[in-house]
């Protein structure tokens, strides 16, 4: 069992909450049991280290099953040696170190997706996260970082994801004008989201929505620049009805993507 806090092995996990070490590396920290379930029920190959606390081991027993079916060897530690690790303050008695695997844009186009969300320069974790989880839980077949985005496997991305990261494709370090050059080759139209388009519902009923779509989000503070939104085919916003200012950029693109999806299963 690891008992020492200050041990050079729980230093360098620790280390991968900055991005210097996850580049360096090319590994990135996951916690709690829900992603750590996530990752070895569908990329259990990606898994290098598990550490759990014997507590949280015998409480999360399927976790466990699944840690022996993948031949993955457990390595337990106390709390206060989870807790340095952590990028959390409670990491509910799991710590895993995994492998990056990004996808690169030309296999995501290659696949002839349906449904793609674009995020152009999203930087906030929080954000990013959610939409990937929100484009997996609508069925999409990718998800592409552009620009100056956030680091994927920033720890605080990752948690927001709740596991869906490891659900779909996600691409990084790509760049807006062939990322939507490569969407219109695979015969996806572009849509824009901001707040100076159409009225999403005005383009649902036109039965836009229902063919192959690559959603583009722009950065939550200044949105998408005039040049890039005139990269897209449609410009469109999402209507609120009530008196709140604005939407949250994660919140709008959950409703986009969830209409694509509806019109794509009617």
């Known amino acids: 069992m690891l008992e020492n806090p200050r041990s050079p ?4 996990v620790a280390k991968l909450a900055k991005k210097p070490a996850r580049h360096e590396s090319g590994l990135f920290l996951l916690e709690g049991p829900q992603a750590v379930s996530e ?4 990329r259990p190959e990606l898994v ?16 466990a099953r699944a840690a022996f079916a993948a031949d993955l060897e457990v390595e337990f530690v106390t ?33 002839k997706p349906r449904l793609v969300a674009i995020l152009e320069e999203v930087r906030d974790p929080g954000n990013a ?19 100056r985005a956030v680091d994927l496997y920033n720890p605080k991305v990752v948690r927001s994801t709740t596991g869906s990261i490891f659900h779909l494709p996600v691409a990084v370090g790509a760049h807006l004008d062939d990322v939507l ?8 139209a572009v849509l824009a989201a901001d707040v100076k388009g159409e009225d999403l519902l005005s383009v649902r009923e036109e039965g836009v929505l229902a063919g192959p779509t690559a959603w583009l989000f722009g950065n939550e503070a200044h949105g998408l620049d005039d040049d890039q939104l005139a990269l897209a085919d449609r410009v469109v916003t999402v209507p609120i009805y009530g008196h709140a200012e604005s939407m949250n950029l994660a919140t709008a693109a959950s409703v986009c993507l969830y209409e694509s999806a509806f019109a794509h299963r009617s």
Do not use: H, N
């Open 39 to 42: 990752a070895l029920r569908f």
């Open 79 to 111: 709390e206060e040696v989870l807790d340095a690790m952590a990028d959390t303050v409670t990491p509910q008695g799991f710590v895993a170190v995994c492998r990056q695997f990004p996808t690169a844009v030309k296999d995501v186009f290659a696949q």
């Open 9 to 12: 092995r729980v230093r360098a």
């Open 48 to 63: 290098v280290e598990l550490f759990a606390t014997p507590t949280a081991f015998e409480r999360y027993d399927q976790l």
């Open 181 to 188: 050059s490569r969407a219109r080759e695979a015969g996806l």
């Open 129 to 147: 996260g959610t939409i990937v989880r929100a484009a997996d839980a609508a069925g999409a077949d990718a998800v592409i970082f552009s620009g």
